[in-house]
């Protein structure tokens, strides 16, 4: 049995790291408080925003006009995919780079398998690192992911993606990330940014509503407004549930650890105490043995 010195160094250090776990699962979810707000105020915008471009979409396909936008144009035959990756830029949040990094190894692998090149776009400093372990054509490092949410890095992300795909160099443009469910549960996602999709299937017949509907300016000049505000939301959206869902994931890793730690005291304690009485037990065997061969 361990002595009592060195148990009680163990209960004092593992102490000290329940402090520190706690400290970072307040902060975690102070962070997460304020992240989830401004995911959440994003989230109608970006329904509402879809609803227009759906409906002018619809309109311009009813009038006969085909390829309205380039962002809107499907391209014959995918040679090149761009994907665009999200992670954070700390470890210490459970398995959420885990996952993350495992769904883009699955997507460069079927795009790879499909004789697709990949052009990667990484987000994130985890994620940079898994990208350049990564087999690709071309691997773009947009830095951290902590200050991405800021209006003009979304604006200078946003313009390397559309770019690349209204210059030829890709044909589709992927995001991979983690799509905010709960504080509990952040699911690896797997979507299509570019081009932008059209209205869905169950949408082809015009609503009442949408055939009185008169746009001013010319629906190819809002067209050309929304299309590109449209791509714009959609990256904020991925960035602010990706920063979210790092920090619910954060907030419950360090829940379980401080848990954990607390568990280890008592048991350490408990421990603690079995030596200490063991250690009076032999004293008082020693003391009882020696007054008995002093008779």
């Not at 848990?259 to 079995?274: F, P, V």
Request: some cysteine.
């Amino acid at each position: 049995m361990a002595n009592l010195k060195a148990i009680r160094k163990r209960i004092a250090s593992v102490k000290n790291t329940q402090k520190i776990t706690r400290a970072m699962k307040l902060v975690s979810a102070a962070k997460l408080r304020r992240a989830q707000q401004a995911m959440m105020e994003l989230r109608p915008y970006a329904a509402k925003h879809r609803e227009l471009l759906e409906s002018l979409a619809r309109q311009l396909a009813e009038s006969g006009e085909t390829n309205a936008h380039p962002l809107l144009t499907p391209r014959d035959e995918i040679k090149t995919v761009a994907v665009f990756a999200l992670s954070s830029d700390r470890g210490m949040c459970g398995a959420f780079n885990a996952g993350i990094v495992r769904k883009l190894n699955e997507v460069v692998r079927e795009r790879t398998a499909a004789g697709q090149q990949v052009v990667l776009f990484t987000l994130g400093r985890r994620m940079g690192i898994a990208g350049r372990k990564l087999k690709v054509l071309e691997l773009h490092d947009l830095a951290e992911i902590i200050t991405a949410g800021d209006q003009a890095r979304v604006k200078e992300i946003t313009a390397a993606l559309v770019k690349a795909f209204i210059d030829g160099a890709v044909d589709e443009v992927v995001v991979v990330s983690n799509r905010f469910k709960s504080a509990l549960t952040q699911l690896p996602t797997v979507y299509s940014l570019l081009p932008v999709a059209g209205p869905a299937a169950t949408d082809a017949a015009p609503s009442a509503s949408g055939a009185d509907l008169f746009y001013e300016p010319g629906q190819n000049d809002l067209l050309g407004y929304v299309v590109p505000r449209f791509v714009e939301v959609q990256v904020r959206q991925a960035i602010l549930e990706s920063i979210a869902g790092e920090h619910a994931a954060r907030m419950n890793a360090m829940s379980s650890a401080t848990d954990n730690a607390n568990g280890m005291i008592q048991s350490l304690t408990l421990e603690m105490n079995r030596a200490r009485q063991a250690a009076i037990t032999k004293e008082l065997m020693e003391i009882i043995g020696g007054a008995e061969a002093m008779k």
